[in-house]
């Protein structure tokens, strides 16, 4: 069977991290060829029963039966599936990086820098205006980029979580750990033939 056509891992530059919607458009793209066809991948792996006649006394398969062999369902995540998720990954955590970095290039420091002098110069009378003492400065992008980061790493959690309930009621010895434990031992190496067990 021919892998998913992936998302193609991005250049890692701070210019991707800030741009408004490359992050999200890989992480979404990346998904959407991954995650998303993953059952409809690992039903097209399962090899087919053969062919019974309607007067034949051989027993049909039984549900049970329907589950990738390990070795096909251990090669499909070791070329296709782990991938994906390392290099969404990598963005994620890069771009973290980047959010907690001095930005000496943000566009909007000196409008905001203005702003919170004009703000100390302000002389408020609260008894006519109430409102009019509060201040609520323009955050910094990378602090955007921050809560972007955080927000998307709990889609990433979730996505993983529910192709690994997947993965676990379709492969043969599936499920025995959680997706965390298998992704350390294939990027340690440690993931071979028989996966997970």
């Not at 007067?55 to 070795?71: D, E, K, L, N, Y």
């Not at 790493?153 to 959680?178: A, K, N, Q």
Request: hydrophobic share 35%.
């Amino acid at each position: 069977m021919p892998l998913p056509q992936e998302a193609q891992a991005p250049a890692l530059t701070p210019q991707f991290c800030f741009h408004p919607t490359a992050l999200q458009d890989f992480l979404r793209l990346s998904r959407a060829t991954t995650d998303d066809p993953l059952l409809a991948n690992l039903n097209a792996l399962i090899p087919s029963a053969p062919f019974t006649t309607r007067g034949s006394t051989t027993p049909r398969p039984t549900r049970a039966s329907h589950r990738v062999p390990r070795a096909t369902c251990t090669s499909y995540l070791s070329s296709a599936l782990f991938p994906a998720w390392h290099a969404r990954t990598q963005a994620l955590t890069y771009c973290a990086s980047v959010a907690v970095s001095p930005d000496p290039d943000d566009p909007e420091l000196l409008a905001r820098q203005a702003e919170g002098m004009r703000d100390r110069e302000r002389v408020v009378d609260e008894r006519l205006d109430p409102y009019s003492g509060r201040f609520f400065p323009k955050e910094p992008r990378t602090e955007e980029l921050a809560r972007k980061v955080r927000a998307e790493r709990g889609i990433e959690g979730i996505v993983r979580g529910r192709s690994w309930d997947v993965i676990g009621g379709r492969c043969e010895g599936g499920g025995g750990e959680g997706w965390e434990e298998a992704v350390a031992k294939w990027e340690s190496g440690r993931w071979g033939k028989r996966g997970w067990v």
